[in-house]
């Protein structure tokens, strides 16, 4: 079952997406060489104090933390410790959430840590970035789902990847309702399969968190022995962006974007739908 929103409802999910958004500016700001992963967790921790928010990661399924930190060649679900020091040229996903008056908010992120990284990490993290913004572009009224999926997976594959090759599109893994829960139907991969057909109708008041996640190779990934740790099984390093979005009558409203992703939708020729905060 789909869960479809009132106006109200996506009101309420925008407040929790701004507190995420908060996060992100925090969390980057934080993410400079010599810096643990356990470091931006509080960081995090203490953004959502601070706005009465509560983190979804923590303790969803016993995850140990606020965020998850997936470092270089971690796609998703890195848990922060202290061990792990950032160093010049990582790159770093930070994936946040919120839950405001029960409603969540999910986004993530790929950040460059200090300078000087190769040109092909900056092309992988752009390459994600937008694949995710042609995903978004794509959510209107009477489409279906597979056409989110497959605005992501076009956009990848037309992309040449620095050096030769082809970008890994991770199989696993992908984007999600959102709502009363941070996961919820339907589940959204970030390419076509012809195993899950045409997916549900998208109408006003359906709400998907939207995250591709690409790497400089292989589409496959391994759990770690901590039951949480996603890397890739070639050792690529691996991007992933994402923000959750909301379909109203009035146009498409990214949630965990702080502009409602109006800036950006307008560069695609996107209506975005008024700002219920503002």
């Known amino acids: ?22 996060v992100h500016a925090a969390t980057a700001e934080a993410a400079v060489p010599g810096a643990t992963t356990k470091d931006l967790d509080e960081v995090a921790r203490k953004v959502l104090a601070e706005h009465g928010a509560k983190s979804n990661f923590l303790g969803y399924g016993g995850f140990p933390a606020t965020i998850c930190t997936s470092v270089n060649n971690v796609v998703v679900h890195g848990i922060p410790d202290e061990k792990t020091v950032l160093k010049d040229g990582d790159i770093i996903s930070i994936d946040a959430g919120a839950i405001i008056d029960g409603w969540h908010g999910d986004a993530a992120f790929t950040a460059f840590v200090g300078s000087g990284h ?3 990490l900056i092309e992988l993290s752009r390459v994600t970035e937008e694949s995710m913004w042609a995903g978004i572009a794509a959510m209107r009224n009477g489409s279906r789902l597979v056409d989110v999926s ?6 990848i594959r037309r992309q040449p990847r620095p050096g030769g090759g082809k970008y890994g599109i991770i199989e696993d893994y992908g984007g999600h309702g959102i709502g009363t829960q941070m996961h919820m139907d339907p589940h959204l991969l970030n390419y076509v399969s012809r195993k899950r057909g045409k997916g549900p109708k998208l109408v006003p008041g359906f709400c998907l968190a939207i995250e591709p996640m690409v ?15 996603v890397i890739t099984t070639d050792g690529t390093w691996s991007s992933h962006w994402e923000h959750s979005v ?8 990214v949630l965990t974007s702080p502009d ?19």
Do not use: C, F, H
Request: glycine fraction near 8%.
């Open 1 to 22: 079952m789909v869960e479809i929103k009132t106006p109200e409802q996506i009101a309420k999910m925008r407040e929790a997406g701004l507190v995420v958004a908060a």
């Open 118 to 120: 190769a040109p092909e």
């Open 150 to 155: 497959r605005a992501i997976e076009n956009y």
């Open 215 to 229: 790497s400089l190779g292989t589409p496959r990934t391994d759990v770690l022995e901590d039951d949480w740790t």
């Open 246 to 253: 909301a379909l109203t009558d009035e146009g498409l409203l």
């Open 260 to 278: 409602g992703g109006r800036a950006k939708l307008a560069e695609l020729g996107v209506t975005a739908a008024p700002d219920p905060l503002a």
